[in-house]
């Protein structure tokens, strides 16, 4: 019952999307079909945390749909029902953002329809059972957050954003059915419940492996397929933004492990892990370099969605490791530390790319360099992305330290693992974890004080006003959740044990219901603990302490004095740190290695009336030498073959004729 239920409440938010086609046309209509895409997620997120919680047995259906011979198969376990509590989670408060957001937006009639079915094809992608479903429900999902992309369509970067997506969508489902296809083997298995009885040769397995990782990899954001991702997410409305950067990418994570935890099955080879975790480390690091060189909001924060994407798979990766060397109690550590971050991450870049939304409802603008002084107009705004910037920086006693937190304790445990490669690998990539996580804090410093803080940079600024009363109330729902889930980890990661259980051939971390104070303890008491209430009780009485002792003890006396300003006394706004005087120190030192910066300055001579120039001009590495070859290569060779267009009728049957005898040919020597 409770499957068939999701289902039908998955297909329900396919017909709010067709009703939305002619709701859309009429005013005021935006709201009836986010409200009802909220009850909706609402409804789908509490049974999917029922199951979760009560660790329900897995069940499963099979409808008359899909290929004829083998049916639409559906199945709801503890894996599946944890992100679709991440999915509906987003969904609900991104639909309760709209209601107010949604007034603003200009073309509702491109954003309507396809946003309850994009809802719909990601509930529809975690409750798959066997090949072909996932795929089709995948392509479903890639296509109608391509249509929201495109809804802007008439700015050239987001027509170009939405190709670029589309092309790299296609390249991710095509690795995705050459995976399936060696899963599936030559008897053509391709329900799940077979593909898991199904043995494999360790070089099929490993080649499975690689085209998962290109496929789930692509739309998950690692490097180097994350290219769509800073140019996509920006172009989409706000709260689709929210629900791909905070959501989506999530379910590309799904995938990753529904295949190669769930469906390759044992043995896991140990060296997996090491590619995995190399590519999560090198992941982490190059997104928070790319973000802290951007000035624009949006792309800033698709940026760290990299970032955080590389954080997850180091867990993901650490957990193989670990499954390889059949060491499942630290492999139940690394997964608990990948899913808990999953829980987060959607929970506070939900929040960012929310309540940049708000600033550009307000403001219309999302360069920082245009912004400034919001702190005084949008206060409440301004407080609510400030406890997500703290999270995403992993700063206590938010959500975002108590995972990185649990993903360095099950670094600390790779001194067991046996073979070298992992013992110099693992604490590299801590390293590069380490590494991150400062450079976030450093890149939301900018994001927060050149957005919120100082003068007015530009009129807009100057005139904005608070948000709608819908966009506060989802702004400050997250923000309690990353509060929360900080404070309270122990009761996430025994959340999390039923979905770590089936992964983990039944191994899960201790129960930390029991522990005294609600203490975090990972592995034994004796080595690390965390106790984010205890950290939480600090910080406050520490703050009030510090407070009434500066108003008893301090002077009552009032001095002013002009504003230090950099050492300008000009109230120019022009005169203020920009989000470039923040980045420029970190640019120097590692942007001219990783993106070969350099600096130009023009200074007119003395009694030249022209303006001087500061210029810094970047390369990505990535485009230049692993995209842009492959782009040449393509127009050059579509040129040499664009006269076959152009041919008579009876050339055009010898090319079809001389392709079927090389296919049978093909065919003739594979038996």
């Known amino acids: ?92 408060v991104a639909s309760l953002f709209a209601l107010g957001y949604g007034q ?50 008439r700015e050239s970067a987001n027509t170009r954003a939405g190709y670029l997506y ?29 593909i898991r009885t199904a043995e494999m040769t360790p070089g099929l397995a490993a080649l499975a492996l690689i085209l998962v990782l290109m496929g789930t990899g ?107 060397n059949q060491m499942y109690a630290s492999a139940a550590l690394a997964l608990t530390a990948a899913l808990f971050h999953v829980l987060n991450h959607s929970l506070f870049k939900s929040l960012l790319f929310l309540g940049t939304g708000a600033v550009l409802a307000a403001t219309g603008e999302r360069d920082m360099e245009r912004l400034g002084g919001l702190i005084h107009p949008m206060p409440w705004t301004a407080l609510a992305f400030l406890i997500g910037a703290a999270a995403i920086s992993a700063l206590p006693p938010l959500n975002g330290f108590a995972s990185e937190w649990l993903t360095f304790q099950a670094i600390l445990l790779t001194p067991e693992l046996p073979q070298w490669l992992l013992k110099f690998l693992a604490p590299a990539v801590g390293a590069l974890l380490a590494l991150s996580a400062a450079l976030a804090a450093a890149c939301f410093v900018k994001a927060f004080g050149i957005t919120f803080l100082g003068r007015p940079r530009s009129p807009a600024a100057a005139q904005a006003c608070e948000t709608d009363r819908y966009s506060l109330t989802a702004l400050f729902t997250l923000a309690t959740l990353c509060l929360l889930a900080g404070i309270l980890p122990g009761l996430v990661v025994d959340g999390l044990s039923p979905a770590v259980s089936l992964l983990n051939g039944g191994a899960r971390l201790p129960v930390q219901q029991s522990q005294p104070w609600l203490t975090l303890v990972p592995v034994v008491d004796v080595k690390s603990t965390y106790n984010g209430l205890l950290v939480l009780l600090f910080m406050a009485l520490s703050g009030i302490l510090a407070a009434v002792l500066i108003h008893r003890f301090a002077s009552h006396g009032v001095r002013r004095s002009p ?50 120039r500061f210029e810094v001009k970047m390369r990505d590495p990535v485009w230049d030498y692993g995209y842009a070859p492959i782009t040449a290569a393509v127009i050059a060779i579509s040129n040499r073959f664009n006269h076959l267009q152009y041919l008579t009728i009876r050339r055009y049957l010898s090319l079809v004729f001389g392709a079927l005898v090389l296919l049978l040919l093909g065919m003739a020597l594979w038996r």
């Not at 769509?228 to 590309?252: Q, R």
């Not at 080879?269 to 997104?287: E, N």
Request: net charge neutral; aromatic share 10%.
């Open 218 to 324: 692509s739309k998950a954001g690692l490097v180097p397929l994350h290219v769509w991702l800073p140019l996509a997410h920006p172009a989409a409305p706000s709260h689709v933004s929210a629900l791909m950067s905070g959501v989506m990418t999530k379910v590309a994570v799904y995938g990753f492990i529904r295949i190669v935890f769930d469906l390759l099955g044992e043995p896991v080879a140990w060296w997996w892990g090491g590619l995995v975790l190399g590519l999560g480390g090198i992941t982490a690091v190059l997104g928070v370099l790319y973000a802290l060189m951007q000035h624009d909001l949006k792309r800033l924060l698709a940026y760290h969605t990299v970032e955080n994407i590389g954080i997850i798979f180091i867990g993901l990766g650490l957990a193989l490791a670990f499954q390889g």
């Open 563 to 612: 504003a230090w300003d950099c050492g300008f006394p000009d109230v120019n706004p022009a005169a203020q740190y920009t989000a470039g005087s923040f980045a420029q120190p970190i640019r120097r030192v590692f942007g001219s290695v990783v993106f070969q910066a350099r600096e130009q300055v023009t200074m007119p001579p003395p009694g030249d009336g022209r303006a001087a």
């Open 104 to 153: 603003h937006e200009p073309a509702p009639g491109r954003v309507l329809p396809f946003y309850p079915a994009f809802l719909a094809g990601m509930n529809l992608v975690l409750l798959a059972d066997d090949a072909f479903t996932f795929l089709f429900a995948w392509e479903f999902m890639s296509l109608s957050s391509w249509a929201l992309v495109m809804a802007h369509h």
């Open 166 to 194: 589309l092309v790299m969508a296609c390249f991710g489902t095509l690795a995705l059915l050459l995976a399936f296809g060696l899963l599936a083997g030559p008897q053509g298995g391709y329900d799940f419940a077979t």
């Open 1 to 92: 019952m409770p499957l068939s239920l999701l289902l039908s409440l998955s297909m329900a938010l396919l017909v709010v999307g067709l009703h939305a086609i002619s709701a859309a046309r009429r005013t005021g209509r935006s709201q009836q079909t986010y409200g009802i895409s909220l009850v909706i997620c609402v409804i789908l997120l509490g049974m999917a945390l029922v199951h979760l919680l009560s660790a329900a047995a897995p069940a499963t259906l099979i409808l008359p749909l899909g290929l004829p011979w083998l049916g639409a198969h559906f199945r709801l376990d503890a894996l599946s029902a944890f992100f679709l509590m991440v999915v509906n989670l987003g969904g609900a």
